[in-house]
């Protein structure tokens, strides 16, 4: 799966795609049915993509990558508004060491609703970037929406 290009913002819904950057900061596209435009400054807008993101481990924070990849092997996911205990129980089962404390239904609800968008996209079936696997610096966890 190659999520490179796959931005989160916070304070707005969906996932968008990052298309560009001019002065005023960096062009992204809507994934939806619109294809709305956008240009998120830094200054004033938070960004993630994908790749960066990280979920709140026991240990060692799990990769967000990694969990939509074992999401993908199991092949079916619950909807997104099943209650919290369906949605807790798969959760446990494609990030087992998660930290149940810290990372709530909301941001399982937000995952799954992510995995639904990017299964329908071509790059869904694309290999990750060699680059991909080392250590960035900027990460987002999901419980600081």
């Known amino acids: 799966m190659n999520l490179k290009a796959l931005v989160s913002v916070t304070g707005k819904p969906g996932l968008f795609k990052l298309i ?18 956008l240009v998120v400054n830094l200054a004033t807008n938070k960004m993630a993509t994908l790749e960066d993101i990280t ?6 924070d799990l990769k967000l990558v990694d969990i939509l990849e ?3 092997e ?3 996911t619950p909807d997104p508004k099943s209650d919290g205990k369906t949605l807790r ?11 149940e404390e810290r990372v709530y239904s909301s941001d399982i609800k937000k995952i799954i609703s992510w995995y639904n968008i ?23 966890k999901t419980g600081d929406d």
Do not use: W
């Open 20 to 37: 560009g950057q001019n002065k005023g900061g960096f062009i992204l596209e809507s994934l939806d049915e619109q294809k709305k435009k």
């Open 55 to 60: 979920v709140y481990g026991l240990g060692e």
């Open 118 to 140: 990017i299964k329908e996209l071509p790059l869904f079936d694309e290999d990750r970037p060699a680059s991909a696997d080392a250590d960035t610096t900027a990460t987002q």
């Open 74 to 76: 199991k092949g079916t």
């Open 89 to 99: 129980d798969f959760f446990r089962d494609v990030a087992p060491d998660h930290d």
């Open 70 to 72: 074992r999401m993908k």
